[in-house]
């Protein structure tokens, strides 16, 4: 009877339990319950199985109540003996089994029939310890340079960090944002930093069940920060089980500098990039100056010069005639140092099919990048997709824009640059549609409401491109491309005045900063005053500036693509396979 009654209770026992779990596991997720009361009730569970053997051992329920076991043997035996603990069992056991399916159904379609890559991971961004606050430039660098280790590595997904740097450094919603950024690790760390002492704390998370797989403590001198660096990266791949080749190893143990001066400067540099803003520029053409200074071979700061005044260029914050050749100087520079630098090629690659118009030489670039480093396209190929776009080669534009907000899919500029990708195919709904879901992650992203103004405008919804390009405007005070682009949509609601009004500001605006011949035609175009329009062009082309190679794709200029000026135009862009420092 002993064996009889603890083979029933474990039995019933294990049932319910299961039960207990599939409801802890599937319905506590969805109530946003922490992990650790998933953790509490498992526990539960496993200590509470002996104490119910024990129990069952030694007492039994009887009709008279419960008994030890002794006692109830000597009760009148039952002709018919309950059979409720079946009941109990298969009633559990079919709640159980359908809690199971039904959560495996509802998770497969939250998650659209995909799971997480389990060799995928995010770095979000490190806390600074230090005492001095200034020291956050530090803790910025260091995470950023993990990242870029990581990204180096083929096999492994690595989110991007312009989708990582909107969490904080330790959250507690860990499942959450792993869902969002579409990854099933994360790496959290701190920095703190001391004279010329730095110490290092990462630790790597199962985003899901909140499991740490690996963490460690670094205690080093500043001079040993890199390997610091290729330390981390080269343990996250070990225990994801990410195969590295033979070049990625050298590539994530690589020293770019031997001077910490140098390091520190170019950190610097780097974190005034990433606030995007012209005084964020300023400030980091200074600091990548100075690490150059420092180490005259140091092939990122002369890349990160290069971007900076590409950014500068293509932005139209300054001249292009200025400002390209000295991002192409730059690159090539730091090309000289190391041809390897993917950075480099990338920025060649910008600066030929932007400025120079030699497609050739654009795509040679582009192709040894993506040759060099492939998995980290997110970081730097933005503009292979805008090349592939402008020469109409739109679907695998599309492709390569889907796969660089793969990797970081919060972003708001790579949501953008598909959404533009979408435009220049002409698949408009769908880049609304991209439009919308940008603008639900950041409704701030000013270019986003530029993008849409663009698209209303493509589908003759011109009322909804004023509203837009106003948003742009009030995000962007005084910006000329938002100017031009409120402009043209009066022009094209034949609200003259209105548009006069608006070029007139945009007349008064380039008397102050530099503002793009091109904005000029773009005004004159909606307002149907074709020589105008072209007058204005000519200029841009003399100008060089960036925004001529898109004639050939960009719909806005449909009404004026069937002009013979227009056509003569677009063919001397596109067969200028020569050097812009040659007269145009």
Known sequence: MKRRNVYKVAIAYAVVAWLLMQIATQVFPFLEIPNWAIRLVIMLIVIGFPIALVIAWAFELTPEGLKRTESADELPKKSARSRAWIYVVVIAGAISASLFFLGRYTSSKQSGGAELPDKSIAVLPFENLSHDPDNAYFADGIQEEILARLAKIADLKVISRTSTQHYKSSPDNLPQIAKRLRVANILEGSVQKSADKVRVNVELIRAATDTHLWADTFDRKLTDVFAVESEVATKIAETLQAKLTGFEQHAIAVRPTENSEAYQLYLKGRYFRNKLTPEGFEKAIEYFQQAIEKDPAYALAYAGLSDIYGNLGFYGLLPPREMWPKAKAAALKALEVDDNLVEAHVALGWVSFTYDWDWTAAEKHFERALALNPASRATYYPWYSYYLGILGRSDEAVAEAKRA????????????????????????????????????????????????????????????????????????????????????????????????????????????????????????????????????????????????????????????????????????????????????
């Open 405 to 584: 907000l793969d990797r970081d899919p919060v972003s708001p500029v790579m949501n953008n640059n598909l959404a533009e990708q979408l435009l220049l195919a002409r698949r408009f709904d769908e880049a609304i549609e991209q439009c919308r879901k940008a603008l639900e992650m950041d409704p701030s992203f000013s270019l986003t409401h530029s993008e849409l103004s663009r698209l209303y405008v493509a589908k003759g919804m011109y009322r909804e491109a004023l509203v837009e390009s106003e948003k742009y405007l009030a995000l962007t005070p005084r910006n000329p491309t938002a100017l031009a682009s409120r402009a043209y949509a009066h022009a094209r609601l034949n609200e003259r005045s209105q548009a006069l009004q608006a070029l007139d500001e945009l007349t008064a605006l380039s008397k102050q900063r530099y503002v793009s011949s091109y904005l000029f035609a773009l005004v004159y175009a909606g307002l149907g005053e074709k020589d105008q329009t072209f007058t204005w062009l000519e200029k841009a082309y003399e100008e060089r500036s960036g925004f001529l190679p898109y004639l050939k794709v960009n719909p806005t200029w449909d009404p004026l693509r069937s002009d013979p000026r227009f056509q003569a135009l677009v063919a001397k862009v596109f067969s200028a396979q020569k050097s812009a420092t040659q007269s145009p």
